[in-house]
C-alpha cells in the first residue's frame, strides 16, 4: 500500500480543509444561520456539488481506466478535454441568461420573491463548474504521474479567497456579503487553475495535451472515446452517492424553517472532514495503482491493497465516528457559536451532524470497494447500486423530515450509505469481505471503537460542562 501517497494526499487535503473550516466559521459570524447564508448556500450547491463529483474522484474514476488503456493517450485526452470544456461553457452562458429555473429546481419550498434574490448569484457562481473541470483535469493527468499534492492542497486557493472576501466584507449587510463570497469563488478557481498548469508543466506533461492535437489513427482514437462515453455517466452516478444525497437534503430543506439549509451545511462541512481527510485521500492515492494492476492481471496485488487499506479505514473512520458523535456539540460550539451564529443553532447543527456521522464508516469503507468495479470496468454495476442507495434515500429522507426535520434529512442520507456499502462489498465479493475481516483485527477493532465511546463519552461530560 502507498503509505506516502496517502500520506501526501491526506495533509494537502487536511491544508485544505482547516482553510475551508476558517472560512465557514468566518461565515457563520457574518451570516449566521439566515436568509442570505440560506440564500448564498442554494447559489453555491450546484457548483459545489460538481466541485464535489469532479474533485473526490468521480470523474477520475471514468477517466483513469481508458487513459491508462489509450494507445494514444494525448489524442484521447485532448478529444475529452475539448468535449467537456465546450459543454460547460455553453451551459455557463445559458444558465447567465436563464437563472430562475435551474434556482427553482434547487430550491423547491421558497418564494418567487427569494429565488429572484438567489438568482444572479446562482449565475456568478455557476462559472465556477468550468474552472474546476479544468483542474480536475489536469489533477487526473497528474495522478497518473502518481503527483497528488498539488490537487490535495489547492482547494485551500478557493478557501482562502473566500476568506479573503469575508475579512473585507463582513461589516457589511448581508446581501453584500453574499456577492462578495459568490465572486470570490470565481477567483479561487482561476488561482486553482494556475496552480495545476504550473504543476503540469513541471512534470513536462503538457506534452501530453499539446501532441493530442495530432490525431495519427482516427478508428483507434473514436473507439477509445465510444468507451469512454460508455463508462463516464455510470461512473459519476455511481461515485456521487453522498453529494448527491447531500444536494437532496438542501433541496427538501427549503420546506423546513429558516436556517435548516445552513445547519445541514455547517455539519455536512464537518463530516466531510474525515471523509475526505482519510477515506478519499486513501482511495485517491490507491486507484491509478490499482487500475494499472488490474490492468495488467496482478490481482493479488491490487486486493493486499484492499486488506491494509481497509483496516486503515476501519480504525481512522471508527474512531472518527465515536469522537464526532460524542463530541458533536463542543464541536460545532468552538467552530462557529459566536456573532449571528446562537446556541440554538449550535445545537441544532450538533443533532445533524450526529445523524450524518453515522453514515461516515459505510460512505468511507464503500469507496474504497468501488475502485475494483471502476478499475475493472464495471462502471454500470456501480451505477445501479447507487441508484438503489438513491431510491431508499429519497423514501428514508420523505419519512422522516416531518418528525425529525433536517436531523431526518441527515439519517436518511446515513442510511442511504450503509445500503451503498451492503451492495458494493456484494458486487466486488463478499467471500473477498469475509476473508479480510475474519481475522484477530476483527476483535481489536470491537474493542477500540467500545473504548473510543466510552473516552469521547467522559470527555464530553467534561467539555459540556465547561461551556454551559
Given amino acids: 500500500m502507498r503509505l506516502k501517497s496517502i500520506f501526501t494526499n491526506s495533509f494537502g487535503i487536511l491544508v485544505s480543509r482547516i482553510t475551508g473550516l476558517g472560512r465557514d466559521v468566518l461565515m457563520a459570524s457574518a451570516l449566521g444561520a439566515s436568509l442570505w447564508s440560506d440564500i448564498f ?19 477520475t474514476q471514468a477517466f483513469m481506466p481508458s487513459f491508462v488503456a489509450s494507445k494514444q493517450k494525448g489524442v484521447f485526452a485532448t478529444a475529452i478535454f ?21 434556482t427553482k ?22 462559472w465556477y463548474l468550468d474552472l474546476i473541470f479544468i483542474v480536475t483535469f489536469i489533477g487526473t493527468l497528474l495522478q497518473y504521474k502518481e503527483h497528488f499534492a498539488t490537487t490535495a492542497m489547492s482547494t485551500a486557493l478557493l478557501n482562502l479567497s473566500m476568506i479573503g472576501a469575508l475579512l473585507l466584507f463582513m461589516h457589511e449587510d448581508p446581501k453584500t456579503v453574499a456577492y462578495a463570497l459568490s465572486f470570490s469563488v470565481l477567483i479561487g478557481g482561476v488561482l486553482q487553475v494556475v496552480t495545476h498548469i ?7 506533461l503538457q506534452r501530453i495535451l499539446l501532441g493530442g492535437w495530432h490525431y495519427r489513427n482516427k478508428k483507434d482514437i473514436t473507439e477509445e472515446k465510444q468507451k469512454f462515453n460508455q463508462l463516464f455517466i455510470p461512473a459519476v452516478w455511481g461515485s456521487s452517492t453522498a453529494q448527491i444525497n447531500s444536494f437532496i437534503d438542501t433541496m427538501l430543506a427549503t420546506f423546513l424553517i429558516s436556517g435548516s439549509v445552513s445547519y445541514l451545511f455547517y455539519a455536512n462541512r464537518i463530516f466531510q472532514l474525515p471523509l475526505a481527510i482519510i477515506a478519499i485521500a486513501t482511495t485517491t492515492a490507491l486507484f491509478p495503482s490499482i487500475s494499472k494492476a488490474v490492468k495488467n492481471g496482478r490481482n ?18 471508527g474512531i472518527a465516528t465515536a469522537g464526532g458523535i460524542m463530541l458533536a456539540e463542543p464541536i460545532i460550539w468552538l467552530l462557529f457559536e459566536r456573532g449571528k451564529f446562537a446556541q440554538a443553532d449550535t445545537m441544532e447543527t450538533a443533532y445533524v451532524l450526529m445523524m450524518y456521522l453515522a453514515g461516515l464508516l459505510p ?21 445501479k447500486i447507487a441508484t438503489v442507495s438513491l431510491l431508499l434515500n429519497i423514501i428514508a429522507s420523505l419519512l422522516l423530515i416531518k418528525p425529525l426535520g433536517a436531523m431526518g434529512l441527515a439519517l436518511a442520507g446515513s442510511i442511504g450509505g450503509w445500503v451503498l456499502f451492503i451492495l458494493t462489498v456484494r458486487e466486488v465479493g463478499i467471500n473477498r469481505f469475509w476473508e479480510i475481516t475474519k481475522t484477530i483485527r476483527t476483535l481489536y477493532w470491537i474493542v477500540c471503537m467500545a473504548g473510543s465511546f466510552l473516552i469521547f463519552y467522559f470527555i464530553n461530560l467534561w467539555l459540556i460542562g465547561l461551556i454551559r
Avoid: C, D, M
Wanted: hydrophobic share 60%.
Fill in 82 to 102: 475539448l468535449r467537456f470544456l465546450l459543454f460547460l461553457t455553453l451551459a455557463s452562458l445559458l444558465i447567465t441568461l436563464f437563472p430562475t429555473p435551474v
Fill in 105 to 126: 429546481l434547487l430550491a423547491w419550498g421558497w418564494s418567487s420573491e427569494q429565488i429572484a434574490q438567489t438568482g444572479p448569484l446562482t449565475a456568478i457562481n455557476f
Fill in 363 to 383: 460512505f468511507g469503507l464503500a469507496k474504497l470497494f468501488s475502485l475494483f468495479l471502476y478499475a475493472s470496468h464495471r462502471q454500470a454495476a456501480a451505477a
Fill in 41 to 59: 448556500f442554494i447559489a453555491f450547491k450546484l457548483p459545489n456539488l460538481f466541485r464535489r463529483i469532479f474533485a473526490e474522484g468521480a470523474f
Fill in 198 to 204: 504550473v504543476s503540469l508543466k513541471h512534470l513536462n
Fill in 300 to 317: 493479488e496485488e491490487a486486493y493486499l491493497n484492499l486488506n491494509n487499506a481497509f483496516w486503515l479505514l476501519a480504525f481512522a473512520l
